[in-house]
């Protein structure tokens, strides 16, 4: 069946490295893709976003690439800190129209 | 910055009991959702409301659950006679268009425990 999933469930950096988290996804139809990031006790938290018309989006620290060949999303968060210690899940726009179906999750784990 | 804001911070119900759970949207989006995440899983989408109905629900939103937006501000997720497996993580979200490709905003969530 369809799915959004991760390529691995924990990631270990040290400070100051880059990260890049990967995920796979096999609807060739999503249009429309979010990374988040879920710290413990809190809700998912928008990292950013890109649509299917794009293959490389930028924002402050973190840039996340999509390859629609592939089906293959990922985000890179350059210099990474203690802060950026979550689980991140990308989430494309499901077939119903507006829900959003999440992955399974990377636990980024960063040693000072 | 404005966000979406969920009572209580924890439930804990007996097994067959009902429970409300609730949710202050962003004040001015149109589109709200409720996600579920059961512990060390994936969030999981239930339904999304717009214009006082619901527009998609999957599979997991039986007959024991109901949403309303009972006035202006609150969006409420209802589940009825309450079993074990419905012990999660209840999210909240909201988003502002009513067309897609627009991030949806969380909550910090309900924690529900059956007991």
């Known amino acids: 069946g369809e799915s959004v999933g991760l390529h691995l469930p924990t990631l270990s950096v040290q400070e100051g490295d880059n990260s890049i988290i990967n995920c796979a996804y096999s609807?060739?139809?999503?249009?429309?893709f979010i990374w988040y990031k879920q710290e413990s006790g809190k809700g998912p938290q928008f990292i950013i976003d890109?649509?299917?018309?794009?293959d490389k989006r930028q924002g402050q620290r973190v840039t996340v690439l999509l390859n629609k060949t592939v089906k293959h999303l990922s985000l890179q968060i350059a210099a990474t800190q203690p802060g950026d210690s979550a689980v991140y899940f990308c989430?494309?726009?499901?077939?119903?129209?507006?829900?959003?179906?999440f992955g399974a999750g990377t636990r980024l784990t960063v040693k000072p | 910055e404005p966000e979406v804001t969920q009572t209580p911070s924890h439930q804990v119900t007996q097994m067959g009991q009902e429970v409300i759970l609730r949710c202050v949207p962003i004040?001015?989006?149109?589109?709200f959702y409720w996600y579920r995440q059961i512990l060390g899983q994936k969030v999981e989408f239930l339904v999304s409301?717009?214009?006082?109905?619901?527009?998609?629900k999957s599979e997991i939103f039986d007959d024991q659950f109901s949403v309303e937006r009972p006035d202006g501000s609150n969006f409420t997720l209802k589940i009825r006679s309450t079993k074990l497996e419905d012990s999660a993580m209840y999210f909240c979200?909201?988003?502002?268009?009513?067309?897609?490709?627009?991030?949806?905003?969380f909550g910090d969530g309900t924690r529900l425990s059956i007991l």
């Open positions: 979200a909201s988003t502002g268009l009513v067309s897609g490709n627009q991030p949806q905003h």
């Open positions: 609807n060739s139809a999503s249009d429309y």
């Open positions: 890109i649509r299917s018309n794009m």
């Open positions: 989430a494309e726009k499901g077939n119903r129209g507006n829900d959003m179906r």
């Open positions: 004040s001015n989006h149109l589109y």
């Open positions: 409301f717009y214009n006082n109905e619901i527009s998609e």
